[in-house]
């Protein structure tokens, strides 16, 4: 998977670096356009591309300039006017966007679809430039396998910004694509006049303010006349080059160059172009290309010849960020340890970007709406002194304009002299004139800084290097990533680990030597029924759950998270798409599982905590033990056969979640003891012992030693790292729990039944809380949305969008605040663990600002036992949902929270 990414990514650094060198050749406008709309539905992995150009008649339309894909022919030369779709507004408005639903958007008009058949579902779009004006823009059409992504819309903002480096100064026309064009940028009519005509030749190349250089010689290599472009470059006066040898000005050699290229020019056959590339130059930390060739003479004279000569110092610096970002990629997605390997990275990242130094600051506490971080690796150029020792660099602040550009996950480029508040010297030292901020994003998270001095020049960075070297960072988060969780699955095995070690040693404490056998323990410590030690058992148990309960709640929250975000996608997929070719069957399941998945977690979370008890009350076995089935006979090995046998009703007094945990249990031991296939039996029945509830499998079975000891927790026949031995002793303790008993029958090769028993009730089963399937449709009211979980946010805000309410989605607590005191919603719908701030302290904030605030937090943790919320807060809020929630739970607790519309107004 790692290779994968690193070539994907090293795909698309390749693609760029070549763009990037025909955006700086003399090619001409119609080259790059051609090149940039094939290159970007390559990069962006999508299904077609166009680009629309301003009319040059009449700037109030755009056409349809270039295009790239699917019934791209269709719509070229269509006019169109300005402001009209996505890419019209994109142009209107000089904003890039990213649309992954574009029909809903009220944007979309859907005129180019019809005209040309093609189905518009997603669109990232970037305006095109030319000396910072829009000339038009690119829209990049449907994702291939998925959705348009940030880092999308990065890579195609990196295009546009590369592209403007190669546009001429001569205006663009919004025409169709030229059938040929000449790789040489001369004056108009230069390469028609005689060598009598250049003078005048010359001075009109001046007054059209070309940006090449533009230098004319004789027959026999002496200047006769330069442009301001070229004498800027040499840093000369017309007087110290007029009249010299070409050798001798450009590279200081009083002998002819050998080979000379006039030789090869004038000896170049007819159909072959007359021009040939001449050595680069280089001065004073500037490089430039350069290309001669001849000019039209008359009679039988010698030519003159005319030699142009481009500034290639961007497009050197943006080749080396490219390399440079490319081997970042592949550090980060090596396997090794990104921040590891973060003193290399910096000095490939620095050393590109031409910068005096490069570091790393990581965030490390919010205090009073400040984010403050610290310096943790940098790279610094050899002259100048390493910050590595400043006690300043380990606790410092960020600007609050910076905050919110982070926020955002723009970029801060500053000079000394632009910086409002002189925030630069405070927040690193006095001697940097220059300075450029990427945000780092891990898992969504803003989490510090990737940071270049430049400490010689006041010159900032310009866009289109930003873009790359954010490209690069973000290959860098990627590898935090990685190595985030890597740690975290090493933390949880050396938990696993311990547990284990703790269990035995205790076991083997209190284990009796054969000799004392006869040595009986008292009857409190000593159970009836299996001979096995109480206190022994009780040890082990406890140490277990002194390690797995403080770790549980936190897995609990996460994977509730991530619940949540499953749910609101399916919902918005029904939402959308419903009753197409079957989606609802399936989006239907998808919520039957994370339902399920819910319930498990609460389960796991009671286990967890012996003094937590779930509520007891009568309910249908039978309701429970469908549900189970029609889990598992859509989710088990296909060579699993499935039956069932349920009686209606079975009323059973007791907690349903809990088992509900034990029958699916037992169905998963079943699946375990069937690699090959099998069958699998649910049977319920009604006797004189009571509900009695069989699960059977045709397995490998077990023999009479392992039958005696699978109810002991921590016993497994599993392989190590497949089982913990906790599942078969989890359903113990529950049937016990319950009054019931759990027995087991199994042979070698002849497969293992579980029988539950469960005490008869006299009482009916209590109807099940029906959920609130009545979703309240919105009137426009505005919801502002406060959670770090981007992929619960996004989807909730277009949940409720849909269905008629006005949300704004907010990943920062303290981002939402300020959103709160200026756009005052109706409802704030908040998160209650987020990195800058917890949902308390953003409770009393809120409040603070308007006491009539209504608040209804979400989250992954439960509003009972150990997780409960403080009184206080609870007492300021207007709801409390544990997540995953359904939509129409969601609203109906939105609307009683809002009151009436007339409470509203």
């Known amino acids: 998977m790692l290779e994968t990414q690193w070539d994907r990514r090293s795909q698309q650094l390749g693609i760029l670096s070549q763009f990037l060198r025909l955006a700086n050749s003399n090619r001409g406008e119609h080259a790059v356009f051609a090149t940039m709309v094939e290159g970007a539905v390559e990069l962006l992995e999508a299904e077609a591309a166009t680009i629309a150009l301003l009319d040059r008649e009449d700037p109030s339309h755009l056409v349809f300039s270039y295009t790239a894909g699917k019934v791209a022919d269709t719509l070229q030369g269509q006019r169109f006017p300005v402001g009209q779709g996505i890419i019209g507004w994109v142009v209107e408005n000089d904003l890039s966007q990213l649309v992954n639903d574009a029909k809903n958007d009220p944007r979309f008009s859907g005129t180019a679809d019809k005209s040309s058949g093609f189905t518009t579902f997603s669109v990232a779009c970037a305006p095109i430039k030319s000396r910072g004006k829009v000339i038009g823009a690119i829209e990049v059409l449907n994702k291939k396998g998925g959705l348009f992504t940030d880092s999308d819309q990065d890579l195609l903002n990196i295009v546009v910004d590369i592209a403007a480096l190669g546009f001429s100064a001569v205006p663009i ?86 080979p000379c290229i006039k030789d090869d020019i004038l000896n170049a056959a007819k159909d072959d172009p007359a021009k040939r590339a001449c050595k680069s130059l280089a001065m004073a930390g500037r490089s430039m290309a350069t290309v001669a060739s001849a000019l039209a003479s008359k009679g039988g004279d010698p030519p003159a010849f005319i030699l142009t000569a481009r500034d290639t110092t961007l497009l050197d610096r943006q080749v080396a960020l490219l390399k440079a970002a490319n081997i970042v990629a592949g550090l980060c ?92 010297s405070k927040f690193k030292s006095e001697d940097i004139q220059a300075i450029l901020l990427i945000p780092l994003f891990v898992r969504g998270k803003f989490q510090g800084v990737i940071g270049f001095d430049n400490c010689k020049s006041m010159a900032p960075w310009r866009a289109a290097e930003a873009s790359i070297l954010k490209f690069a960072v973000d290959s860098f988060a990627r590898g935090l990533e990685r190595e985030k969780a890597r740690q975290e699955q090493q933390d949880a095995h050396k938990a696993a680990s311990a547990v284990s070690l703790v269990e035995r040693k205790s076991l083997e404490s209190v284990a009796l030597k054969d000799e004392d056998l006869e040595e009986k323990p008292t009857d409190e410590e000593v159970d009836v029924e299996t001979g096995q030690y109480i206190f022994r058992d009780r040890v082990a148990l406890s140490q277990h759950m002194e390690v797995m309960g403080e770790i549980v709640s936190g897995v609990a929250h996460n994977f509730r998270n991530v619940l949540a975000g499953i749910i609101s996608n399916a919902q918005l997929i029904q939402m959308k798409y419903g009753g197409l070719n079957g989606l609802d069957r399936q989006t239907d399941a998808l919520l039957d599982l994370a339902s399920m998945g819910s319930d498990l977690i609460r389960s796991i979370l009671q286990y967890s905590r012996p003094d937590s008890t779930g509520d007891k009350s009568v309910f249908d076995a039978t309701q429970l033990l469908r549900e189970i089935y029609q889990v598992v006979s859509k989710v088990f090995d296909k060579r699993i056969i499935t039956h069932r046998s349920l009686p209606d009703p079975l009323p059973v007094y007791g907690n349903r979640s809990e088992l509900g945990q034990v029958f699916m249990n037992l169905c998963t031991n079943a699946r375990d003891a069937m690699p090959a296939g099998g069958r699998l039996d649910i049977r319920a029945s009604l006797t004189l012992e009571g509900v009695q509830i069989i699960v059977s499998d045709t397995g490998q079975g077990m023999d009479m030693e392992t039958s005696q000891a699978i109810f002991k927790p921590f016993f497994t026949t599993k392989e190590p790292g497949k089982g913990t031995g906790l599942g078969l002793s989890t359903a113990h303790a529950i049937v016990k729990d319950h009054g019931g008993e759990i027995r087991v029958n199994s042979k070698v090769g002849k497969g293992t039944t579980f029988t539950v028993l469960l005490p008869l009730t006299s009482q009916a089963p209590v109807a099940e809380p029906v959920p609130c399937s009545q979703t309240i449709l919105g009137k426009g009211e505005k919801i502002l949305i406060i959670d770090d979980d981007q992929d619960f946010l996004s989807p909730l805000a277009d949940l409720l969008k849909e269905i008629g309410y006005f949300p704004r989605a907010i990943s920062s607590a303290y981002m939402g605040i300020e959103e709160f005191a200026g756009w005052k919603p109706h409802l704030v719908l908040l998160d209650r663990n987020m990195p800058d701030m917890s949902g308390s302290e953003a409770v009393v904030k809120l409040l603070s600002i308007d006491p009539k605030a209504r608040i209804i937090i979400m989250s992954g943790y439960d509003d009972v036992g150990p997780d409960a919320l403080e009184d206080d807060v609870r007492n300021m809020i207007a709801g409390y949902l544990s997540k995953p929630v359904e939509l129409a739970k969601l609203t109906q607790t939105m609307h009683k929270a809002m009151g009436t519309s007339e409470d509203k107004a």
């Open 173 to 258: 026309k919004a025409q169709g694509p030229v059938k040929a064009e000449s790789p040489l940028v001369q004056p108009p009519g230069l390469e028609k006049r005689s060598q009598s005509d250049l003078p005048q030749v010359c001075r009109n190349a001046l007054l059209e303010g070309i940006n090449e250089g533009i230098m004319v010689m004789s027959p026999d290599a002496v200047i006769s006349h330069v442009n301001r472009a070229f004498l800027t470059f040499l840093r000369k006066n017309e007087k110290d080059v007029v009249g010299r040898k070409c050798h001798e000005v450009l590279f200081n050699n009083p002998m002819v160059c050998d």
């Open 333 to 424: 997605f090596s396997g090794k340890s990104a921040s590891g390997q973060a003193d290399m990275i910096l000095e490939e990242l620095g050393q590109a970007a031409g910068a005096s130094r490069c570091y790393w600051f990581s965030n490390i506490a919010v205090e009073n709406q400040r984010i403050f971080a610290r310096q943790v690796a940098e790279w610094c150029v050899p002259g100048f002194s390493s910050q590595e020792g400043d006690s300043r660099l380990e606790r410092t602040k960020y600007p609050k304009r910076w905050r919110k550009k982070f926020a955002k996950g723009w970029f801060v480029s500053e000079t000394e002299s632009s910086s409002p508040d002189n925030a630069i």
